[in-house]
């Protein structure tokens, strides 16, 4: 069974920083792209940035220059630092994975509970 847990959420400023985890576990052969989304009330899931096994990046346009994720390959673990942070930022933020439990396995996409980041004064 594979799990995606995520960390680091909470309550942050205008203008802070805020660093998620995602951890994926389990009998995972091999992961291929990893990504965060969000969602904020009222608003349809949204891609914020997604990163290849090699490391390469995309980002929406509206965190580009304030958001870098990365992964830990060795550890199955993906990251989203957050700067800059403002109000419009504040949503339920949603980590994927995309991987295979086998050789001949296909790739399938995980996702994990999400963790809530709130942006406010």
């Known amino acids: 069974q594979v799990q995606l847990v995520e960390s680091g959420g909470g309550l942050e400023q205008p203008g802070g920083s805020l660093r998620l985890s995602c951890a994926a576990s389990?009998?995972?052969?091999?992961?291929?792209?990893m990504g965060w989304y969000r969602q904020a009330p009222g608003k349809e899931r949204e891609l914020v940035a997604t990163?290849?096994?090699?490391?390469?990046?995309k980002y929406a346009d509206s965190v580009k220059g304030r958001f870098t994720i990365s992964r830990d390959n060795a550890k199955n673990t993906v990251y989203l630092q957050m700067n800059s942070l403002k109000p419009e930022d504040t949503a339920v933020y949603y980590c994927?994975?995309?991987?295979?439990?086998?050789?001949?396995?296909?790739?399938?996409?995980?996702w994990g509970q999400g963790t809530q980041v709130t942006v406010s004064s």
């Open positions: 994927n994975a995309d991987l295979r439990l086998g050789l001949l396995a296909v790739s399938t996409r995980y």
């Open positions: 389990g009998s995972i052969f091999s992961i291929n792209g």
């Open positions: 990163i290849t096994s090699g490391g390469s990046t």
